[in-house]
């Protein structure tokens, strides 16, 4: 579990951006690296969803300045690698280099320490390089962005960018956290219906309904595949996302997509948690099945753009919000999110 504790961040280089933080939310991937579905080397300072003010800037930084309100982008694009040429900055090669080039910081007694995702959000204080990140409205308050940099673009994205959803198609959702829950209201920008949201936790549902869900399934109470069917005249809806990451999920998010519709892989799962499919299903069900990382995004495009969309009041980031916190609340913020109890939890420092 988390401790908080005094380090000193290492000395930031010529490309690099010192950011004061003003909140991050509590993501489940970093739940993910605690519990050793992410492996990440230790120890490291957590936390990749965060949004700040920048305190300093090193000489070679050009399109940066300091008093910039800006969000980490946890990928720092480098814009030239064969996926930042291919339209994924996402997965771009280097994108995670700096994350693991050098220590991040050093605790009291002299351990060096990781910074987790390159960002290490769970700190006053952060050093990340120029690419990570992303200038945004100094009239949007910083709290509500923190949530732009991990689970907002991931769950928009997933819809926007990667399935590109189109008006009228229907839309299934599992798992309706934070991520799941901007997944929903994706879908709602993108004008789909039916949208049809599906989860075991009755205050999640009652979330997803405010995030735009049409139709709400509680899983637990039944075959959510058929409750799915049910709601998309017995076909399937035509694009189906899980937001969980377990192969328990990922089959029925396949069962529940319909004939030649597309099911779109979002929850980060276990590497040793494998998906079996019949041979024959995969040929005769002609489904599109893909996964997607983090929102297909290119931070300096989509991260703007999702301010501007809360700013106009199409996408509502408050409703993500479970809680504010401290640090000191991290254990519990854990805790609570194992047991279903948040969308999000931002720390505000
Ligand atoms: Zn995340
Ligand atoms: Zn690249």
């Not at 040429?85 to 700096?98: A, F, Q, S, T, V």
């Not at 309904?209 to 595949?225: F, H, L, N, Q, Y």
Request: net charge negative; charged share 20%; aromatic share 4%.
């Amino acid at each position: 579990m988390p401790v908080v504790e005094e380090c000193t961040l290492r000395a930031p280089g010529p490309g690099d951006v010192v950011v004061r933080l003003a909140a991050s939310g509590v993501c489940h991937s970093d739940l993910s690296i605690i519990d050793g579905a992410i492996p990440h080397p230790l120890p490291a300072v957590l936390g990749h969803e965060g949004a700040g003010v920048v305190e300093a800037v090193g000489d070679a930084v050009a399109s940066i300045a300091v008093g910039d309100h800006v969000v980490l982008s946890w990928v720092a694009p480098c814009r030239a690698c064969f996926q930042c040429l291919h339209g994924h900055p996402e997965l771009c090669e280097h994108g995670l280099d700096h994350a693991f080039a050098a220590p991040y910081a050093h605790a009291a007694d002299g351990t060096p320490l990781l910074g987790a995702f390159g960002t290490a959000t769970f700190g006053e204080m952060t050093v990340v390089p120029e690419r990570a990140c992303v200038r945004i409205d100094r009239a949007f308050p910083l709290d509500l962005a923190s949530l732009v940099g991990c689970g907002v673009v991931t769950g928009v994205g997933a819809v926007c960018n990667s399935a590109r959803v189109e008006p009228g198609a229907s839309v299934a959702v599992i798992g309706c956290g934070g991520v799941g829950l901007a997944a929903i209201q994706g879908a709602r920008l993108a004008g789909a219906a039916p949208i049809i949201a599906v989860d075991v936790v009755p205050a999640k549902l009652d979330l997803a309904r405010a995030c735009g869900a049409t139709e709400v399934i509680d899983a637990s109470a039944g075959d959510p595949v058929a409750a799915v069917k049910e709601c998309t005249g017995g076909r399937g809806a035509d694009y189906v996302f899980e937001v969980v990451g377990r192969s328990e999920t990922i089959r029925s998010a396949f069962a529940m997509t319909r004939r030649a519709g597309t099911c779109t892989i979002v929850g980060a799962g276990r590497f040793d948690d494998t998906v079996g499919f019949g041979a024959m299903a995969l040929m005769v069900e002609a489904k599109t099945v893909r996964g997607c990382v983090y929102g297909a995004t290119d931070p300096q495009r989509d991260f703007p753009a999702m301010v501007a969309l809360a700013q106009a009041g199409r996408l509502d980031l408050e409703v993500l919000v479970s809680r504010r916190i401290g640090l000191d609340d991290l254990a519990d913020a854990f805790r609570a999110m194992t047991a279903g109890e948040v969308a999000r939890s931002v720390v505000v420092y």
